[in-house]
């Protein structure tokens, strides 16, 4: 199993970024699949969640508005859309995947698998 993240980089404050993770070794269109971050001398926090068959989508209040996450089974690629990046948004961002649902959804510990990570920084 695999998750390799990508798009990250330096924004100034209020600008976008789009990150992508790229999933292979699972079936990835039965899997809850979510991108977290974490920022230093900081727990890793749950951003948003997208369901495996559903899609419905979660987000945290924080990013609420701001961020759309969105998958595409057919290519096993997970999106992560941020606009109005504040610098309260640096942070390394993960994606993550859980068989079945989104129970829990921004709890850590019921990820199966997690990508390597790639650095946001709003300045």
């Known amino acids: 199993v695999q998750l390799v993240e990508s798009g990250g980089g330096s924004v100034h404050t209020g600008g976008s970024l789009r990150l992508s993770c790229a999933a292979s070794?699972?079936?990835?269109?039965?899997?809850?699949m979510a991108w977290f971050r974490q920022a230093p001398g900081k727990e890793r926090e749950g951003v948003a969640a997208?369901?495996?068959?559903?899609?419905?989508?979660y987000y945290a209040d924080s990013v609420k508005g701001r961020f759309t996450i969105s998958r595409d089974n057919a290519k096993n690629e997970l999106y992560l859309e941020m606009t109005s990046l504040k610098p309260d948004d640096t942070a390394i961002y993960y994606c993550?995947?859980?068989?079945?649902?989104?129970?829990?959804?921004?709890?850590?510990?019921?990820?199966?698998?997690w990508g390597q990570g790639t650095q946001v920084t709003v300045s």
């Open positions: 993550a995947a859980r068989a079945g649902g989104c129970g829990m959804k921004f709890a850590v510990g019921p990820y199966d698998y």
């Open positions: 070794g699972y079936t990835y269109s039965t899997y809850c």
């Open positions: 997208i369901a495996a068959r559903t899609a419905d989508t």
